[in-house]
């Protein structure tokens, strides 16, 4: 079983709605958790951290964490355009011998005119 | 400008060649990965270096080493490339190796296929 699973999607959502992009880890050993932006042929770029419980907002940006149901969420506000991409959730685990990300496979959102 | 560099873009490697892939970063990160990714594994974790002289296994390190001789530079060595990894390679780096947080950072990545 996949530690880190998303919906590979695509989500398509209409421009200037929220996009809800979810995540679910199966390791209650995950303490912090990202989510990063992947573009077609590109590298993945970190956009949200999160380390407790509670909402954290950037920006257009609301990642979310519940450590009780394993749940991790980023809400994207004002979807435009040229939010499509992958989205990656990342899981991080510490106390071993070095601090170790689980990567989902990723959602494609896709953001309409 | 800091971040990663990572060279070449692509390659096309007949199997059973050696290649080395180059990571370079200038952001002084103690930390430094190398992922592949392949379409529906997402990234998997290949070689580690919590520090500068360092280096630890991943979830799928055979067929590659890694050395760490300083802090900037972490390469990536095939011995002798086989099909199966073909797929694109990622550096990445993180202020921390190990008892902390851990914001990673990629460079753009290198596009390998072994024919």
């Known amino acids: 079983q996949k530690e880190v699973e998303q919906n590979s999607g695509p989500l398509s959502v209409p421009e200037g709605a929220i996009a809800s992009l979810n995540c679910t880890y199966s390791d209650r050993g995950s303490q912090s958790f990202f989510w990063y932006r992947q573009y077609s042929g590109k590298s993945p770029e970190l956009i949200m951290s999160i380390y407790s419980n509670g909402d954290k907002e950037d920006g257009r940006f609301t990642a979310q964490l519940n450590k009780a149901s394993q749940y991790v969420s980023l809400l994207i506000r004002d979807s435009q355009p040229s939010d499509s991409a992958t989205y990656l959730c990342a899981g991080a685990i510490y106390g071993g011998a070095t601090n170790k990300l689980i990567f989902g496979t990723g959602t494609l959102l896709a953001v309409q005119p | 400008i800091a971040g990663i560099t990572q060279a070449p873009t692509s390659q096309i490697l007949a199997a059973g060649r050696r290649m080395t892939l180059r990571c370079t970063q200038d952001?002084?990160?103690?930390?430094m990965y190398w992922y592949r990714q392949d379409l529906g594994l997402g990234l998997r974790l290949i070689h580690y270096s919590n520090t500068a002289g360092t280096t630890g296994k991943g979830e799928v390190p055979d067929g590659y080493s890694v050395s760490r001789a300083n802090t900037d530079d972490f390469p990536l060595t095939l011995a002798s490339a086989v099909p199966s990894q073909t797929s694109v390679y990622f550096c990445?780096?993180?202020?921390?190796?190990?008892?902390?947080?851990?914001?990673?950072?990629f460079g753009p990545g290198t596009r390998l296929t072994v024919l």
């Open positions: 952001m002084r990160h103690n930390a």
């Open positions: 990445a780096s993180s202020d921390r190796g190990a008892g902390g947080y851990n914001e990673q950072f």
